[in-house]
């Protein structure tokens, strides 16, 4: 351990919470790896074994984030739900997340937007994660004659299309100011009788 008596994974996780309160206070662009290390009690040197500059550690709020949505989404996927209403259940709370975060933390939205314009490897897993989670809600709604039988990840494919205005960083931040979600409802309402 380091002379801060936290282990890597300590500091790891203090400096994304330190970096996320700076976000808050000061904008995405302003915090500096040298003001988080001397937050938390390390050089700057030592938060660099950590981190390989302020977008990797950027990133790692942007991930934290992410990672939350997907183990929420994945909650919607094992429920003893409709299949119907459990993938209407995923997409209303992937919209929604993803609101909450631009109406409630702007400046953390905009680092997550930056990373998603550059197709961050930790945007790819979390666009895979979708895919999985949707395909598999799909596979059960075919199981369960909800929708007609064909493959899986291609009518997932369908859906995610057909819903990326509710949850594409861009346009939920665009239309902010509007409650979309009867929108999205009638968006899955249109699509699912199409699919049955």
Known sequence: MPRTGLSPEEIQDRAVGLAVAR??????????LVDVAKDIGVSHAALYGHFADKAALLDAVSARWLQAIDAE???????????????????????????ERVRRDPEL????DAAAELGKPFIRVHLANARRQVTGLVR???????????????????????TAAFHHPKL??????DDREPLLRQTLAAVLKGLQ
């Open 73 to 99: 989404l994945d909650a919607y996927c094992r429920s003893r739900r409709d299949p119907l209403a459990k993938l209407q259940g995923w997409c209303r709370c992937l919209h929604q997340r993803k609101r």
């Open 140 to 162: 059960e709604a075919m199981a369960a004659g909800r929708i007609r039988r064909g493959d899986p990840a291609r009518v997932a494919a369908i859906i995610l299309a057909a």
């Open 23 to 32: 976000m808050r206070r000061d904008g995405f662009r302003k915090v500096r």
């Open 109 to 112: 939205y905009k680092s997550f």
């Open 172 to 177: 939920v931040a665009q239309f902010l100011a």
